[in-house]
């Protein structure tokens, strides 16, 4: 099976400006959409960001969009979450997902993420 590692969480102050990165191995990497989804304390995980395969499409969340950018490296298994802008709102356990026919498609080869923190001060 596919395993995700996710990293670059942390504290950042408001208005301050992450990168997450989520580096996948056990299969190919290049037939898998990526995504990243987020859970705050008491709240459903909810959709952040979505790329394809080749990394020409890119998704956003209302709430994330002109702020957040997400994009792959197919050369290195790894998808990254360029977060600017932060606030309290975005505080939340991010998780790196992988979808082998999409991110919207049950499959048993989809695949989560440990999830790591990021907490924004204000």
């Known amino acids: 099976q596919v395993q995700l590692v996710e990293s670059g969480g942390g504290l950042v102050q408001a208005g301050g400006s992450l990168r997450l990165s989520c580096a996948a191995s056990g299969r190919t990497f290049s037939n898998y959409a990526m995504g990243w989804f987020r859970q705050a304390p008491g709240k459903e995980r909810e959709f952040v960001a979505a790329?394809?395969?080749?990394?020409?499409?890119?998704y956003y969340a209302d709430s994330v969009k002109g702020r957040f950018t997400i994009s792959r490296d197919n050369t290195k298994n790894t998808v990254y979450l360029q977060m600017n802008s932060l606030y309290s709102g975005d505080t939340a356990v991010y998780y790196c997902?992988?979808?082998?026919?999409?991110?919207?498609?049950?499959?048993?080869?989809?695949?989560w993420g440990q999830g790591t923190q990021v907490t924004v001060s204000s």
């Open positions: 997902r992988a979808g082998r026919w999409g991110l919207s498609i049950a499959s048993s080869d989809n695949y």
């Open positions: 790329i394809n395969r080749g990394g020409g499409s890119q």
